[in-house]
């Protein structure tokens, strides 16, 4: 069974970054695509970046430029750079990996931008 743990999250003021990392067991990392998604209070879950085995990666127009996901695939590791974070980046931000034997969540790690 795949499990995901996110962890970095925290309290961050506005202009920070901040830097996010998701740990991928119980699978062969490099069969699975990953991501981040994020869910705001009262808001659907969205998907801010993705990235492939082969390293090519997307990201959603909003965070274009100021989100940076990247994996390790020796270590089974996804992270998400957060710059300049803003007040509208608050979330839960969850990673996700999809493959072979389906589409799996971690619990999320809640970040919060606030002065």
């Known amino acids: 069974q795949v499990q995901l743990v996110e962890s970095g999250g925290g309290l961050v003021q506005p202009g920070e970054t901040l830097n996010l990392s998701c740990a991928f067991s119980g699978s062969n990392f490099r069969l699975y695509a990953m991501a981040w998604y994020r869910q705001a209070p009262e808001k659907q879950r969205e998907l801010v970046a993705d990235?492939?085995?082969?390293?090519?990666?997307t990201y959603s127009e909003s965070v274009k430029g100021r989100f940076t996901v990247s994996r390790e695939n020796l270590e089974s590791r996804v992270t998400l750079q957060i710059k300049n974070l803003k007040p509208e980046d608050t979330a839960v931000y969850y990673c996700?990996?999809?493959?072979?034997?389906?589409?799996?969540w971690g619990q999320g790690t809640q970040v919060t931008v606030s002065s």
């Open positions: 996700n990996a999809q493959g072979f034997r389906g589409t799996f």
């Open positions: 990235i492939l085995d082969d390293m090519i990666s």
